[in-house]
């Protein structure tokens, strides 16, 4: 079983910058695929960002390219999300999610363990 929690959420104005992070159990999270999704009311859950076990390889969704950036630290079991010049349209439930093997995908489904979300909400 692998616990994820994330933390960095808020309210921010548009053009500001937040850092989400999310930190994951488990003694192999060094080899983990990790992915960020997010949810607005009203829509279904989509992808934001995706990073493989060693950080070499991001994958990003159009909307969000050029302004986050996924990270991971496999030292601090933590994975982080920095998200600059953000909209009004990035306000959203961020969740964290994990798959133990694979390569960094886009789907949700393919992501067995989830975290419970954070808020970010984007001011005009």
């Known amino acids: 079983q692998v616990q994820l929690v994330e933390s960095g959420g808020g309210l921010v104005q548009a053009g500001g910058s937040l850092r989400l992070s999310c930190a994951a159990s488990?003694?192999?999270?060094?080899?983990?695929?990790m992915g960020w999704f997010r949810q607005a009311p009203g829509k279904e859950r989509e992808f934001v960002a995706a990073i493989n076990w060693s950080g070499g390889i991001t994958v990003y969704a159009d909307s969000v390219k050029g302004r986050f950036t996924i990270s991971r630290d496999n030292a601090k079991n933590t994975v982080y999300l920095q998200m600059n010049s953000l909209k009004p349209e990035d306000t959203a439930v961020y969740y964290c999610?994990?798959?133990?093997?694979?390569?960094?995908?886009?789907?949700?489904?393919?992501?067995?363990?989830w975290g419970q979300g954070t808020q970010v909400t984007v001011s005009s």
């Open positions: 999610a994990t798959k133990k093997v694979g390569l960094a995908t886009m789907t949700p489904l393919e992501y067995p363990y």
């Open positions: 488990g003694r192999t999270f060094s080899t983990y695929i």
